[in-house]
């Protein structure tokens, strides 16, 4: 079945880089644009990254320049290195799957169970 299960979270402080997997099971990585989500307490979900079926990728503006999105199609998993963490950067962070780009919470049909992100001294 369809699975999608996030890792790489932790607590790194301000300017501190980490990385995020995305390990996907179930279905063919390439067919699909596979989204970076997070979610801060008290706020909503908001798109962070996306990586197309054609590897186009799409970033969000508050972390153009820090963030990249990638894909390793042999390993079935998507990555999200984080460069230069913010405060505002803490939340959980959530990978989804769509059969088409775009960064519309409501096209995702599959989502990982999320992973924590904490930046702060």
């Known amino acids: 079945q369809v699975q999608l299960v996030e890792s790489g979270g932790g607590l790194v402080q301000p300017g501190g880089s980490l990385r995020l997997s995305c390990a996907a099971s179930?279905?063919?990585?390439?067919?699909?644009?596979i989204g970076w989500f997070r979610q801060a307490p008290g706020k909503e979900r908001e798109g962070v990254s996306i990586?197309?079926?054609?590897?186009?990728?799409y970033y969000t503006d508050s972390v153009k320049g820090r963030f990249t999105i990638s894909r390793d199609s042999t390993k079935s998993t998507v990555y999200l290195q984080m460069n230069s963490l913010k405060p505002e950067d803490t939340a959980v962070y959530y990978c989804?799957?769509?059969?088409?780009?775009?960064?519309?919470?409501?096209?995702?049909?599959?989502w990982g169970q999320g992973t924590q992100v904490t930046v702060s001294s």
């Open positions: 179930g279905f063919t990585l390439e067919d699909y644009t």
């Open positions: 990586i197309t079926s054609t590897e186009s990728t």
């Open positions: 989804g799957r769509a059969n088409m780009p775009t960064m519309r919470e409501g096209v995702y049909d599959y």
